[in-house]
């Protein structure tokens, strides 16, 4: 079946969709996905500011755009799934998780994000805000961006918003569909609008 063409077809599209499947192929399968792989990852370098770890899976579905001085960087083994969207800037570590429909935009400041994280489909990551002064219209308001920090083995969990200037601690847990409008603790299990404090990993048993 590996050899089938319509087989290949449709298995590039559930990858696509469920990116963590690249990291589960077989030999077999990896001797057709990984060339296939190596072509989608040359044409988005070949026009945009990317750097790309090895053993990394993009679904070509997805959009990353990245002029210079506004990179994106994907560490060892990275997965992003169809219609995520980054612009730059942008740090990933090694063995992240973008998953379909991720918003990541870095601002100027950038988004870091360390080893091990998972963020989940829906998520939104905005480092950049607008100024809301009432002596001007909106569309003129002056843009800030303080940049956003994650870090190394945290999940965001589906439908997350992480505001602008934010730090989320190593280790912490961001329930489905809360939005971080401050600073999460390592280790903390966060959730709601505005998200708050509700729980801490170490104190869990499965």
Known sequence: MANDPDYRAQHQLRMAWMPWLYFKLTPAQRAWAEPWQAEVQAQLCAVEAVEIGPGCFIAPQARIF????????????????AEAFLH????????????????MDGGRAGIRVGAGT???????????????????????????????????????????????GVSVGDHAVVAMGAVVTRDVPPWAIVAGVPARQIGDRRERKA
Do not use: C, Y
């Open 66 to 81: 990245a002029q210079p001085h506004r990179e994106v960087r994907l560490g060892a083994r990275v997965g992003v799934g």
């Open 118 to 164: 998972r963020i989940a489909a829906g998520a939104k990551l905005f480092a950049f805000d607008h100024g809301m002064d009432p002596g001007a219209e909106l569309r003129s308001q002056a843009v800030r961006s303080r940049g956003i920090e994650v870090g190394r083995d945290v999940w965001l969990a589906a439908d997350v918003g992480v505001t602008d």
């Open 88 to 103: 730059g800037p942008i740090d990933l570590g090694d063995d992240v998780s973008v998953n379909p429909r991720v918003i």
